[in-house]
């Protein structure tokens, strides 16, 4: 089945720590997003990538990092300099937006990130 | 800024009956439209989409309505079940900024 896999469904952070949260897509989608999710909340935008080997800011991206060296792959880094990244964190890919006009994200089934 | 969002936080029906779950957006320029449905613990999922030349689509059981005229949207959802019980978000896309934005969410409860 075609489909969004994210690992690992929980993850925990000690001070100081970076984590790396893993999104992998079979959709063969060109485009790759991360929002964190806070209670009560709609997704923000962290990072997001329309092609291999680049990637761009979105509205919260202070805090975290991202590479895309392969197509279906978009890691997630969480590192110490975000001070509250307690939240779920939820990977989407689609067909390119721009040229094709909006098109769904389709999303995987999220990481629980917690602060020990 | 642009935003999009929600005119109910909760709303609750009965098994069977229909449901009207409702989305305000501010952005003029936005061109499309999507519902997504959220469960506890898991990541949206697509439910049904509209772009700005319509007014209305309809899926199984669900339909969509665009307003334009009062920048409003709107997800019926017929013969409501309990497996509908979840949180929908609506989201609008602006070509401009090439990207959605997703409103706060409304929790839809089912009572049997």
């Known amino acids: 089945d075609g489909g969004i896999t994210q690992s690992p469904k929980y993850l925990f952070r000690k001070e100081g720590q970076n984590v790396t949260l893993s999104c992998e897509q079979n959709?063969?989608?060109?485009?790759m997003y991360w929002y964190r999710q806070d209670p009560g909340q709609g997704l923000r935008l962290i990072y997001y990538s329309q092609i291999v080997n680049d990637f761009q800011k979105g509205d919260i991206a202070e805090g975290y990092s991202v590479s895309r060296e392969k197509k279906e792959s978009f890691p997630l880094t969480v590192t110490s300099a975000q001070k509250n990244p307690t939240a779920f964190y939820l990977c989407?890919?689609?067909?390119?937006?721009?040229?094709?006009?909006?098109?769904?994200?389709?999303f995987g089934d999220g990481t629980r990130l917690s602060i020990l | 800024g642009e935003s999009v969002g929600l005119h109910l936080p909760t709303l609750s029906v009965q098994e069977g009956d229909n449901s009207i779950i409702n989305c305000a957006y501010s952005n003029s320029a936005s061109d499309y439209f999507i519902w997504y449905k959220q469960e506890s613990g898991k990541g949206p999922q697509f439910i049904i989409d509209i772009r700005s030349n319509m007014d209305k689509r309809q899926g199984q059981r669900v339909t969509v309505l665009l307003n334009k005229t009062v920048k409003h949207l709107s997800l019926q959802i017929a013969a409501t079940q309990p497996g509908d019980s979840a949180v929908y978000f609506c989201?609008?896309?602006?070509?401009?900024?090439?990207?959605?934005?997703f409103g706060t969410g409304t929790r839809l409860q089912v009572t049997l």
């Open positions: 989407a890919s689609s067909r390119l937006q721009a040229g094709w006009g909006g098109q769904p994200q389709h």
């Open positions: 959709l063969n989608h060109d485009a």
């Open positions: 989201a609008e896309y602006t070509g401009t900024a090439s990207k959605l934005t």
